[in-house]
Each structure stands twice: as structure tokens, then as C-alpha cells.
């Protein structure tokens, strides 16, 4: 019988309760083993709704426990990096929540892992078959030249206490859904952007940004459009245009779990795309895919297609992103300095 990678759960937040440990759980090649909260009685109830035999009453007895292979790191933005780095000291694979750190500065310490230590961000949809499908016809030639890469994440969230709108633990839009568009242009182009622009509006309370446009310029005439915002009705689309066609991915990065999805690809005639073709992709939980090729990983039977490297990279973008905020100018994304 194959070894299954036995996994802790780092807290007890909302999207590590409702999604993300439930399809962990799912994966052939894992078992959640125990979780935990800096409240005993917190981690105790969560171990009992889901069924998990250990709860610890601290973070710290969590990355003790010897039973235990990789961690899921779904804290605040600003204890990514801190304790992804406790984690990976103690011996444990870590897959850690998006975006990966607060800066690129701060992602590079993830540089100090372990050597055999296995640290991936959590950016789910790059495993679900409609972002492979999506690639594939890319790649075929369909499309024709890829040209432009348009997107919009929104949702609308005022609350106070959430961790989205809470600016000095790395709350705002652009952290939380404005790293899916770029994500997306990145694995659709299968490139690095050299510049970005934008324009941000901040909530005057909160000092969060709640509404960010972005372009980013990937070289060979290649563009990054994209708008997210956390005040605005909820809505999620990636369009890919290329100069012989285009192809819209319906529900890009909330899939439904264990639901088919569509694709559409279309030559733009005529206009109201009646009779663009549509593509039915399988179901599958997202969050079970990447939980599956982290164990894999893990045990050796297949290499980790995203690495810290990659992380890193994302990062730079976000940084160029703010550093753009306050020049109202381009701005290298290698170098996060002014353009001009």
C-alpha cells in the first residue's frame, strides 16, 4: 500500500475549513492528520466538525508534531512567510496560502529553506483542466498570436473585521484576487511582464485598495488588462485574445468543486458570439488537484512545477504594482523604479 503524505492544517481559518482541508482530505494520496489554533478548544471543534484526530492548542505544537509531513499555511499575508519559514525549519513541506509573502524582499527569505524541503503557493486553478485546456489550445496555434489578456476578480466585502480590509496585515484587493489575473497572464503567456501601470483607489477608512486597474506589458506585444476590486458586485472572467481568435474562460478562478466548467472559443463573427464553439471540461475539485500533485511531490513521483522561484516572480509584479500607485508612472517590474 502507498504511503499517504500526512498532513496539519496551520489555523483554523475560514478558507482552510470550508474548502481547502475538506479537499485535502479527498486527495487519494493524503490524510489530514491534525490541525490547529492558538485556542485548544477552536482547534478542537474544527478537528471534530471535519473529523481530524489531533487538534493542538498552539501553531507551535503543530509544527512539533513527528506525525506529520506537510503543513497548510492559510494565516494573514503577514505570517506567510514567518511561519512557512518556522514550518520548513522544523522539517515540514509547506503549502502556503496566496499571495506568498507581503513583498518580493519578503519572499526571498524563502530562499533559506531546506535543502529537500518542498514550499509551493497555493494558487489552485493552475490545476484545474480548464486552465490546462486553455493552455493547450494556446499552444496549438488557434488562437492565432496571443495579443491581450483581459480580466476581472471582484467581490464585495465592508467588513471591519475581516482580514481583506485590515491594510497593515496585507488586506486590499491587489493581495488577495488582483494576483489571479496576474497568475493568469503569466501561465497563459508563459512569461514574466517587463513593466507595469496602474491606478489604485484606497477605502478612506480601511487604507485598503478596493479598486485597482492594471496593465502590465509582457513583451512582443503582448498585454495584461485587469481590474479587481473588493466593493463591487461579484464577477470573475479571463478573456484571451489572440489575432485569429479568442477564448473566455466562463468561472476562471472559483470553480465550482466537482462541477464541469466551460470554455469558449470564438472567431469573433458574429459579434454576439452565437456561434462561438463550447468546450465541457470534467469535474474536479480544484483544491483536491493541488493537494494531490503536493503529495506527489512530496513522495517523489512527480517534481513541483511551481516553485518559490515562482512566487518570487509573482511578487515583483505586485511590488511594481504599488510602486506605480505612487508615481502614476510605468515601472520596471525587474527593478520596481520608475519608468518614467
Known amino acids: 500500500m502507498t504511503r499517504k503524505i500526512r498532513w496539519g492544517i496551520l489555523s483554523t481559518a475560514n478558507i482552510g475549513m470550508q474548502k481547502v482541508t475538506p479537499a485535502i482530505q479527498q486527495s487519494a494520496s493524503s490524510q489530514v492528520v491534525a490541525i490547529a489554533s492558538r485556542d485548544a478548544m477552536r482547534a478542537q471543534a474544527a478537528a471534530d466538525l471535519l473529523g481530524i484526530p489531533r487538534a493542538h492548542g498552539s501553531y507551535e505544537a503543530l509544527l512539533a508534531d ?11 499575508n503577514h505570517l506567510h512567510v514567518p511561519m512557512t519559514l518556522a514550518a520548513a525549519r522544523a522539517r ?52 492565432g498570436a496571443i495579443r491581450a489578456i483581459n480580466a ?11 482580514v481583506r480590509n485590515q491594510a497593515d496585515i496585507g488586506g486590499g484587493g491587489v493581495m488577495d484576487i488582483g494576483c489571479y489575473p496576474i497568475t ?60 485569429a481568435g479568442k477564448l473566455d474562460i466562463i468561472i476562471p478562478f472559483n470553480a465550482p468543486a466537482n462541477e464541469r466548467t466551460a470554455i469558449t472559443i470564438d472567431v469573433g463573427a458574429p ?8 468546450e465541457i471540461l470534467p469535474s474536479c475539485d480544484q ?41 502614476g508612472a510605468w515601472v520596471s517590474v525587474a527593478r520596481a523604479t520608475c519608468d518614467g
Open 66 to 76: 513527528p506525525d506529520i509531513d506537510v503543513i497548510y499555511n492559510p494565516l494573514p
Open 92 to 143: 515540514k513541506h509547506v503549502l502556503c496560502e496566496k499571495p506568498i509573502a507581503m513583498s518580493a524582499a519578503e519572499a526571498e527569505e524563502l530562499r533559506q529553506v531546506p535543502t529537500g524541503i518542498i514550499v509551493a503557493e497555493a494558487f489552485m486553478v493552475r490545476y484545474h483542466p480548464q486552465w490546462r485546456r486553455a493552455r493547450e489550445i494556446i499552444r496549438s496555434g488557434e488562437l
Open 152 to 162: 476581472v476578480f471582484s467581490y464585495h466585502n465592508v467588513d471591519p473585521g475581516n
Open 184 to 243: 493568469a497572464a503569466r501561465y497563459f503567456f508563459e512569461g514574466e511582464p517587463s513593466r507595469v501601470v496602474a491606478m489604485i483607489e484606497r477605502d478612506p477608512v480601511f487604507g485598503t485598495d478596493r479598486l485597482a486597474s492594471v496593465m502590465a506589458d509582457f513583451g512582443q506585444g503582448r498585454h495584461l488588462n485587469f481590474t479587481c476590486s473588493t466593493q463591487a458586485a461579484p464577477h470573475q472572467r479571463v478573456q484571451i485574445l489572440g489575432s
Open 271 to 278: 459579434f454576439d458570439g452565437s456561434l462561438a464553439r463550447r
Open 287 to 327: 483544491y483536491t488537484e493541488q493537494a494531490e500533485a503536493i503529495a506527489q511531490a512530496i513522495l517523489g513521483q512527480s517534481p513541483l512545477l511551481w516553485t518559490v522561484e515562482d512566487a518570487i516572480a509573482s511578487m515583483r509584479v505586485i511590488d511594481a504594482i504599488f510602486e506605480s500607485e505612487k508615481t
